[in-house]
Nanobody, 115 residues
């Protein structure tokens, strides 16, 4: 059974940096897009950044220029480097992996940005 193992997150002051990592645990076939989504209290889950197996990236406008997503295809891992964090980046961040048939989600990791 495929599971996503997330690490990173935590508490950081505004303007600081954090990194999130996610690894696919278990065999997976046809892995395409990997990425991160987030959900703040009272809000819907929203896209943060995604990256394809070919390295094409997509970012939410709110994080462009501050966040960088990267991927290791050999290890099936994805990393999100978050710089210049803002209070509004506070949310639970979820790792996501897509194959041609299915979406997989991590359990989520809390990121809290304080003033």
């Amino acid at each position: 059974q495929v599971q996503l193992g997330e690490s990173g997150g935590g508490l950081v002051q505004a303007g600081g940096s954090l990194g999130l990592s996610c690894a696919v645990l278990g065999g997976i076939f046809g892995l395409r897009s990997m990425g991160w989504y987030r959900q703040a209290p009272g809000n819907q889950r929203e896209l943060v950044a995604t990256i394809t197996s070919g390295g094409n990236t997509n970012y939410a406008d709110t994080v462009k220029g501050r966040f960088t997503i990267s991927r290791d295809n050999a290890k099936n891992t994805v990393h999100l480097q978050m710089n210049s964090l803002k209070l509004e980046d506070t949310a639970v961040y979820y790792c996501n992996c897509k194959t041609g048939l299915k979406d997989y989600w991590g359990q989520g990791t809390q990121v809290t940005v304080s003033s």
